[in-house]
């Protein structure tokens, strides 16, 4: 079957532009990830889902990234007023339930000038 | 908080042969879960093995094996009879029980040798 795929692939945006990531899980995967890997390095968790609830939050690095995930399937990743240090790709993940293995997306390469 | 440690940046092997990627990690948890990663170059990153800590037993999933030792907080990843298609990067990565994210360390960069 389809697994989790991203989009868009690549995003160029100018600093203190707002962008939006868009996530599509694998169908029925109750769990739902975000991770940002900066170059260089290994991927950084920033928030998880259960269907629509946001269980955890405690990674996203400031006020400015907000996701969610309203009807349980499709999660969006905001950033608001873009800035250099948040070029990185950003990975999703997903799993069919909680404590279950995570099945990663081919991530949105973000470069903000 | 827990660490993951991988130290080696890049390593390389000889198509056919044997090759280990060391990792160690940092926890006060008794129960977690150790997981290698791939990620070929521009691909998607798939999971190679995992590992309960509860479980004796080092786990094995054909070419790929494992040297878990508790005690030392290590989990080393042993890949047999290399291929090409083996060259990625490989990152180790911990999850406690009782949570759900995954804690990475900063990966090593595989190349196979033709």
């Known amino acids: 079957g389809a697994g989790v795929s991203q989009s868009p692939r690549y995003k160029v945006a100018k600093r203190g532009q707002d962008v939006a990531l868009r996530c599509d899980p694998i169908?029925?995967?109750?769990?739902l990830f975000w991770y940002q890997q900066a170059l260089g390095q290994g991927p950084e968790f920033l928030t998880y889902f259960q269907n629509e609830a946001q269980l955890d939050k405690s990674g996203l690095p400031s006020d400015r990234f907000f996701a969610e995930r309203p009807e349980g399937s499709v999660s969006t990743l905001k950033i608001q007023r873009t800035q250099q240090e948040d070029s990185a790709v950003y990975l999703c993940?997903?799993?069919?339930?909680?404590?279950?293995?995570?099945?990663f997306g081919p991530g949105t390469r973000l470069l903000v000038l | 908080a827990q660490t993951v440690t991988q130290s080696q940046p890049e390593m390389s092997v000889q198509e056919a042969e044997t090759v280990t990627l060391s990792c160690t990690y940092d926890t006060s948890e008794s129960d977690y879960y150790l997981f290698w990663y791939k990620q070929p170059p521009s691909r998607q990153m798939i999971l190679v093995i995992r590992?309960?800590?509860?479980?004796?037993q080092n786990a094995t999933e054909n070419r790929f094996s494992v040297n878990f030792q508790k005690a030392a907080k290590s989990f080393s990843l042993k890949i047999s009879d290399s291929q090409l298609g083996d060259a990625a990067m490989y990152f180790c990565?911990?999850?406690?029980?009782?949570?759900?994210?995954?804690?990475f360390g900063t990966g090593t960069r595989l190349t196979i040798i033709p």
């Open positions: 590992q309960e800590a509860y479980k004796q």
């Open positions: 993940a997903s799993s069919p339930r909680l404590k279950e293995t995570q099945y």
């Open positions: 169908s029925g995967h109750v769990s």
């Open positions: 990565a911990y999850r406690a029980f009782g949570n759900e994210k995954l804690t």
